[in-house]
């Protein structure tokens, strides 16, 4: 071997990298063409995190010698971790065609493919993956993380199981496999992983912190989450983007981020409020942060900012950069800690003033995030010390609605599959959300109330087994389940009629749901809980001039549904308030007002030096 080449290696090997990288310099300046030197030295690059500088030094050494599988990889390592996915891909098909069975390219392959929203392909790369490498945890784990978006949960818990199996210490696994036993309704796994998540959290441990809203109302708990997940994904602060600069802009600059602006109840929620901002002194851009869907709600949103963004396949460095140049005054970060978010972005400090609002119910845990929008219900002033933000109250609630929502003609109770006479008690409730305790009161409630049904959403068929064989555990007869399949909102929002009553879940309360049920005139029945998640129908419920409806404990709210249920004519007088639609929940007007009041406050805080 060449003596300045093994010099090289050495110093590569011992970890002195900037001696390496200066000694292959030196081989490339005198042999261009010198394969070992310039694959190496790419290697070196991707190591440092230099990725777009390895890609090209990669690319010189392949065209040296196309068909070596380490150059192959390591460029497409690179790619990968420089948000190149499209050329990634292409890179470890390429490698994939030399080394077939190449454990790592088929993981990272479907890794892509699953933020592509492309489950099969990525399933079936993640399969061919576990063919050559059985026994690596991470491919379990990301299988699962697959199986569970194809909503074949029962599967996704067994990779979940399996991935621990192999490594005890995957928290993302083990709160990920928290959340597909609350998909199934599979109380006995969640009577268990509830307490382990608890003790993860409370070690220091990051996990998924959405996850631990649907087991717990401990707001400390939920602010310890929120701090790991933080220091997990940003495990040193970046030097800040903004540093003082006063921009003195016109209009003040609203930068909202999310990964939902598609078909999404984000997107929902949000488009009336920016088609409508008032423009004299505000400006709405975009950062979307995922992939158009194609859908009427993503041309929507597109049309509906002044400036659209797509950043998705940016890194959060860059996304941050891209809003420190569009000099955004308030950065509002719609996802928090849910699917897609990104909170790095914020770390890096883009905007003078940076807020979190909807997306997520809790404390995000981070000190970069200036303020949460909220209203006294969701958080009152006394919770202040379990947020790690400043609490910003609107006058009534946090929640923007649309006004604009359209309802369709009602079907008959035999066309929504329902009896033909009887009470119905209804939950829409993604059903996750029901907890054993809570289908305790509502088995007793179908006893107590003869011929009543229970309607819910859909779930996968081993979750509607589950629910099923609860019910007659507890002496109910199955078919008073009735399951309603997913339908377009306009259809789903028009199915309200038939209900008599919503009855809402604890710890995690029905959001977008229970404001479509109040927008649809369906009274909703809620028990206030002791966190934000937990929190948001009674603060909709008082917004909407329903306060009634709130009960402050299960037995309260069991209590109240039984009596409900006997008056018919007390249900009559809420249905027909709701449906005059005066309340403040209904008026987008005053809402878009109260929010913007608190923008321009936040602004004025920060000029004033605070």
Known sequence: MDPSLENALAAHRAGRLEEAARLYRRIIEADGRNFPALHMLGFLEG??????????????????????????????????????????????????????????????????????????????????????????????????????????????????????????????????????????????????????????????????????????????????????????????????????????????????????????????????????????????????????????????????????????????????????????????DLAGHTGGARPAIFAFRPAPVQVAWLGYPATTGADFMDYLIADRIVAPQEHQPDFAEKLVHLPHSFFPTDEGLVIGAPPTRAQAGLPDDGFIFCCFNTHWKITAALFDVWMRLLSAVPGSTLWLKQPDADARTNLERAAAARGVAPHRLVFAPDAPLETHLARHALADLFLDTLPYNAHATAAHALWAGLPVLTCRGEAFAGRVAASLLEAAGAPELVTQSLADYEGLALRLARKPDRLLAIREKLARRHAPLFDGERFRKALESAFAGMMETGRAGA
Do not use: K
């Open 47 to 332: 190591q440092r995190g230099r990725y777009d500088e390895a890609v090209r030094l990669l690319g010189l050494a392949l065209e040296l010698n196309p068909a070596y599988p380490e150059a192959l990889a390591h460029r497409a390592h690179a790619l990968m971790a420089a948000r190149r996915h499209h050329e990634a891909l292409a890179a470890y098909d390429r490698l994939l065609a030399r080394a077939p069975d190449h454990a790592e390219a088929l993981y990272n392959r479907g890794v892509i493919l699953s933020d592509w929203n492309r489950p099969a392909e990525a399933l079936a790369s993640f399969d061919r993956a576990l063919a050559v490498a059985p026994d690596t945890a991470a491919i379990h784990y990301s299988r699962g993380v697959v199986l569970a978006a194809m909503n074949r949960q029962r599967e996704a818990l067994d990779s979940y199981d399996r991935a621990l199996s192999l490594q005890p210490d995957l928290a993302m696994a083990a709160g990920n496999r928290a959340m597909a036993a609350l998909n199934l309704c599979d109380w006995t796994r969640t009577a268990q992983i509830g307490g382990e998540i608890a003790a993860l959290v409370a070690r220091g441990i990051a996990v998924p912190p959405q996850v631990l809203l649907g087991y717990s109302a401990d707001r400390r708990l939920q602010l310890q989450g929120g701090r790991n997940m933080i220091r997990a994904l940003i495990p040193q602060r970046p030097a800040p983007l903004w540093n003082g600069e006063r921009y003195g802009h016109d209009r003040i600059r609203l930068g909202y981020v999310s990964p939902d602006f598609r078909d999404h109840a984000v997107a929902q929620q949000i488009a009336p409020l920016i088609e409508s901002h008032d423009r004299d002194r505000f400006e709405a851009i975009a950062f979307s942060l995922a992939p158009g869907d194609g859908s009427t709600m993503r041309a929507r949103m597109e049309r509906a900012f002044d400036q659209f963004h797509d950043v998705c396949a940016l890194a959060p460095a860059d996304i941050a950069r891209q809003m420190r140049a569009a000099e955004i005054d308030i950065a509002i």
